[in-house]
T-cell receptor, first 111, second 114 residues
């Protein structure tokens, strides 16, 4: 397994603004997952993007993947206070593989 | 829809005591995992069980043992707790150990060792 590195470490925005966080990884991957963790709770799976996909949407979430740059981004549009959480990426580079989580991006959305 | 259930939610131990953290999933998943999460360190994999009857070490297995009791249950045991094991422990499950499977997490056990 390989670890993704999220950037920035922390992000503070106002409600209604868009939030963008990035993930970089080192070697080729088959897919990349994004997770959210609310304070005091476990991680929740948000979205999975495969290496042959460039963009994927789920509600207010938009994920892009640039395999040439070995990076992914997660965009949350029209942020709400309830989006306040830590966000983690987990790249996977083989079929049978455990996931490795980085330190995450801590997003604070203020009313 | 219980998903992944962890017990207990909180525990305080003294150095040298032992305890078992319990995890059960009701999604008929084959694979289960134990992580620890420390401030500034992200999540680190302790042990995992790709399928019933198998267990494998993760990144930080020292000081821990696991048992895959059946398909539903995966327990983590601290034989002789040390202050360095103070952490939040998360159990997760997935349909398989393939890297394209999302993992489902419990809400953690907060463990303090004095």
């Amino acid at each position: 397994s390989q670890q993704g590195e999220e950037d920035p470490q922390a992000l503070s925005i106002q409600e209604g603004e868009n939030a963008t966080m990035n993930c970089s990884y080192k070697t080729s991957i088959n897919n990349l997952q994004w997770y959210r963790q609310n304070s005091g709770r476990g991680l929740v799976h948000l979205i999975l993007i495969r290496s042959n996909e460039r963009e994927k949407h789920s509600g207010r979430l938009r994920v892009t993947l640039d395999t040439s740059k070995k990076s992914s981004s997660l965009l949350i549009t029209a942020s709400r206070a309830a989006d306040t959480a830590s966000y983690f990426c987990a790249p996977s580079n083989s079929g049978y593989s455990t996931l490795t989580f980085g330190k995450g991006t801590m997003l604070l959305v203020s009313p | 829809n219980a998903g992944v259930t962890q017990t207990p939610k909180f525990q305080v131990l003294k150095t040298g005591q032992s305890m078992t953290l319990q995890c059960a999933q009701d999604m008929n998943h084959n694979s289960m995992y134990w992580y620890r999460q420390d401030p500034g360190m992200g999540l680190r994999l302790i042990y995992y069980s790709a399928s019933e009857g198998t267990t494998d070490k993760g990144e930080v297995p020292n000081g821990y043992n696991v048992s895959r009791l059946n398909k539903r249950e995966f327990s983590l045991r601290l034989e002789s707790a040390a202050p360095s094991q103070t952490s939040v422990y998360f159990c997760a499950s997935s349909e398989s150990a393939m890297g394209n499977q999302p993992q489902h997490f419990g809400d953690g056990t907060r463990l303090s060792i004095l």
